[in-house]
């Protein structure tokens, strides 16, 4: 079956740590996209790459890091200077013009 | 730039009942894309329908249909036979085919609630 995978489900990590969140796509598709989502609000654009070995900044980049080493995968690092880090974050991938498709997430929870 | 609004945060229905989500944007494209997007409380998103802008015919799937008005620049969902897993979040999309991968115009969505 195509599709995105993103793991893990739930990670906590302490204050100050950085964290990888792993995204993997089967899909052959050539861009990939980070969002942010904090409880009861809209899509907030991270980063995105339209191809390997590019990417772009987002809405709300600082704070957070990615690669794109090759085309199935798309890590996004959470570092310590991302400010409030909490959140749930949501990988995708597309095909010009149509649609994205979304992994299921991934919760991140910092303390 | 494209923005999409979606003016209504919150609405209910009752079960069994229709309702109809607003969507506007902005846009000085004449060919693009507009999609719906649900996301229940698995918060997986999951496309709920496509309309292509060069299409006159309004998309259905199932009971789920949008009515697109191009020149007033507005896209709204219509659910029939409301259910309650409908209820979710629901976001509205815009897609250029003109700006390579670039990522879709999200609107800050719609809450809806299905009162059984």
């Known amino acids: 079956d195509g599709g995105i995978t993103q793991s893990p489900k739930y990670l906590f990590r302490k204050e100050g740590q950085n964290v990888t969140l792993s995204c993997e796509q089967n899909l052959n598709h050539d861009a990939m996209y980070w969002y942010r989502q904090d409880p009861g609000q809209g899509l907030r654009l991270i980063y995105y790459?339209?191809?390997?070995?590019?990417?772009q900044k987002g809405d709300i980049a600082e704070g957070y890091s990615v690669s794109r080493e090759k085309k199935e995968s798309f890590p996004l690092t959470v570092t310590s200077a991302q400010k409030n880090p909490t959140a749930f974050y949501l990988c995708?991938?597309?095909?010009?013009?149509?649609?994205?498709?979304f992994g299921p997430g991934t919760r991140l929870t910092v303390t | 730039a494209q923005t999409v609004t979606q003016s209504q945060p919150e609405m209910s229905v009752q079960e069994a009942e229709t309702v109809t989500l607003s969507c506007t944007y902005d846009?000085?494209?004449?060919?693009?894309?507009l999609f719906w997007y649900k996301q229940p409380p698995s918060r997986q998103m999951i496309l709920v329908i496509r309309?292509?802008?060069?299409?006159?015919q309004n998309a259905t799937e199932n009971r789920f249909s949008v009515n697109f008005q191009k020149a007033a620049k507005s896209f709204s969902l219509k659910i029939s036979d409301s259910q309650l897993g409908d209820a979710a979040m629901y976001f509205c999309?815009?897609?250029?085919?003109?700006?390579?991968?670039?990522?879709?115009?999200f609107g800050k969505g719609t809450r809806l609630s299905v009162i059984a």
């Open positions: 846009t000085s494209e004449s060919d693009y894309y």
């Open positions: 999309a815009y897609r250029s085919p003109n700006s390579g991968n670039t990522p879709l115009v």
């Open positions: 309309q292509e802008a060069y299409k006159q």
């Open positions: 790459s339209q191809i390997v070995n590019d990417f």
């Open positions: 995708a991938s597309s095909i010009v013009p149509y649609e994205q498709y």
